[in-house]
């Protein structure tokens, strides 16, 4: 089995576990929290092969804006690579925790974290997957 397949099996299988029961559904919702500006399926995929992922991004990325190197060893994160207009590929994607910040230049990225400071107490869940901020 060509390893694209493997990965395209693997998020089908997610997919199909995540909506199992609540608790895998809030496993799957607290990774991806952490990555919200992926889309959905790579979402997944992410959760699949890391589920304790914080902050990930492009090798590219890491190095050029980042300034930060990927650890020797350390294993990408396989993506679905949909925009790709030569066929079916994978791109690959690693997490913070495999990069490390070049010296003087390199800088990590700023991990966003809600505490109860930030206003927590204020909204409050009304059924049909909507806030509302509560009337003071």
Not at 19 to 29: A, D, G, P, Q, T
Request: glycine share 6%; charged share 30%; net charge neutral.
């Amino acid at each position: 089995m060509r390893k694209y397949d493997f990965i395209s099996a693997l998020a089908k299988e997610t997919a199909a576990e995540v909506v199992k029961n609540r608790e895998e559904w809030m496993k799957y919702l607290t990774t991806a929290a952490r990555l919200y500006k992926y889309p959905f399926r790579e979402q997944l995929l992410i959760y699949a092969q890391r589920p304790d992922a914080t902050a990930c991004a492009s090798i590219e990325l890491w190095n050029e804006r980042m300034h930060c190197w990927v650890n020797k060893g350390a294993k990408g994160i396989a993506l679905l690579d949909e925009d790709d207009a030569h066929g079916k590929r994978l791109k690959y994607v690693f997490d913070v925790s495999d990069v490390h910040a070049a010296r003087r230049i390199g800088r990590y990225p700023e991990l966003w974290e809600l505490h109860e400071e930030h206003g927590v107490g204020q909204f409050l869940y009304a059924g049909a997957y909507v806030l509302h901020r509560q009337r003071e």
